[in-house]
């Protein structure tokens, strides 16, 4: 092992590893159209790779947290991001792996790249929250502001690629995504890691699902991911597909506007945010999403589905940290596995949904109305969108009851005691 690295650069690391896991979930959806026109792939199997996505990273924080107890954090870490590399090789070989099968590589890629997204929220959660730190919301809220910048990322590389050099090449800009996980990875070989609780001080499976707060905190949790994720999944393809916009305007005017206003809100968050309170920051969040959503369906004008945009950016920016930092707050001695399992609940509530508005698209596009101005592809994206404003209301619902059954104590963290 190399010397000289600190938790410093564990931090940093850590920090590349949340923007590579924000890279590898959202890069799919920018691909959506380019594979739909090129491959002949329907809404339905789009919304299948969606599912697949999520149902994958469920799967990853289920099944690795007790290997991570018992095994550390290090190999994981090393892993999944060579997994991601790998799934993103895979994803990108597609056309040459399978001609004229292509869907399937396109689903054993985001098999591989999923699992090491969802090993990475399992990871480096816990990982920030063991280190060092005065403020351990403010820490939570740096790393995910990463995830939002590896968003970022994600929609303007890759959409001004394919506007540069043509949709048919796609798979370059995927192939050029894979290195980054595999040279972090490597890093992670170097850095020191914090240790995990003995096995006994740790509370046990059945005892956590059954603990009320765990159980509000996942309810919470679905909705929230949902209201967060769904955007990404779909704003792409609803932005050129449904409305009608050039793409390069739908990504950089739409998706960009959602992923920097994340950010934004993220980094404000973990710079001033000790006096805020994070319920009531989540609340207002759900509430103002109800609204953005609804903008997004009516589609009133190009101004305020971009500011539609922006506000479910920074309204859900701290929705997905907030809830880990409310349940374990609450449930100390969980360990990873209250990481594991919460993310795994809020990664089923982003596949159920973005599956759902793929199946729902197809629906009502074969039976869109005659004689009305949408076509048939964009009355079925339409009425989908508006079909999800039903999820950040009950986000907000949820939000509320989770502040009034187990308010946030930092001084919790403190005395490391069990609510």
């Known amino acids: 092992m190399l010397t000289g690295f600190t938790y410093r650069h564990t931090v940093a690391f850590c920090n590349v590893g949340c923007l590579i896991q924000g890279a590898a979930v959202n890069i799919s959806p920018f691909l959506f159209i380019p ?3 090129l491959y002949n792939i329907s809404f339905t199997q789009i919304g299948s790779l969606v599912l697949i996505n999520f149902v994958v990273q469920l799967a990853a924080d289920f099944f690795f947290g007790n290997a991570i107890n018992r095994f550390g954090y290090r190999p994981f870490l090393i892993g999944a991001q060579l997994g991601i590399s790998a799934g993103f090789v ?4 597609s056309p040459w792996i399978a001609p004229g099968f292509v869907f399937l590589p396109l689903v054993v890629g985001t098999v591989f790249f999923s699992c090491g997204a969802g090993l990475m929220e399992l990871l480096l959660n816990p990982v920030i929250t063991s280190l060092p730190s005065e403020n351990k919301s403010s820490s939570m809220a740096f790393l995910h502001t990463f995830y939002a910048i590896g968003l970022l990322l994600a929609a303007l590389i890759t959409t001004f690629y394919l506007h540069f050099f043509g949709n048919e090449n796609w798979y370059v800009v995927v192939l050029i995504w894979a290195v980054v996980p595999f040279l972090n990875g490597l890093l992670f070989t170097a850095v020191p890691l914090p240790v995990i609780k003995a096995e006994h001080k740790t509370m046990k499976m059945g005892t956590m699902l059954r603990h009320p707060v765990f159980i509000l905190a996942a309810l919470t949790i679905f909705f929230s991911a949902a209201t967060e994720i769904l955007v990404v999944q779909w704003g792409s393809t609803y932005l050129e597909r449904g409305l009608g916009l050039d793409k390069v305007v739908g990504d950089v005017g739409g998706l960009c506007t959602y992923a920097v206003m994340m950010g934004i809100g993220r980094f404000l968050y973990g710079t001033r945010g000790k006096k805020l309170n994070i319920h009531n920051a989540m609340i207002w969040g759900g509430a103002i999403s109800i609204l953005a959503y609804s903008i997004l369906a009516l589609a009133p004008n190009f101004w305020l589905v971009m500011v539609a945009f922006g506000l479910i950016g920074i309204c859900t920016c701290m929705m997905w940290p907030g809830i880990l930092l409310v349940a374990s707050n609450k449930l100390p001695f969980a360990g990873v596995l ?16 973005g599956q759902a508005i793929g199946v729902l698209s197809d629906f009502f596009a074969a039976r869109a109305p005659q004689g009305i101005a949408l076509t048939p592809e964009q009355y079925g994206l339409r009425i989908a969108i508006g079909a999800s404003v039903l999820i950040p209301v009950l986000t907000t619902v949820f939000q509320y009851l989770l502040k009034k059954v187990a308010p946030y104590r930092p001084e919790a963290e403190k005395a490391g005691e069990e609510s």
């Open 35 to 37: 594979l739909k026109l």
């Open 90 to 93: 895979i994803f990108a070989l």
């Open 338 to 353: 209250v990481f594991g399992v919460l993310c795994g609940v809020g990664d089923l509530g982003s596949a159920v949904a």
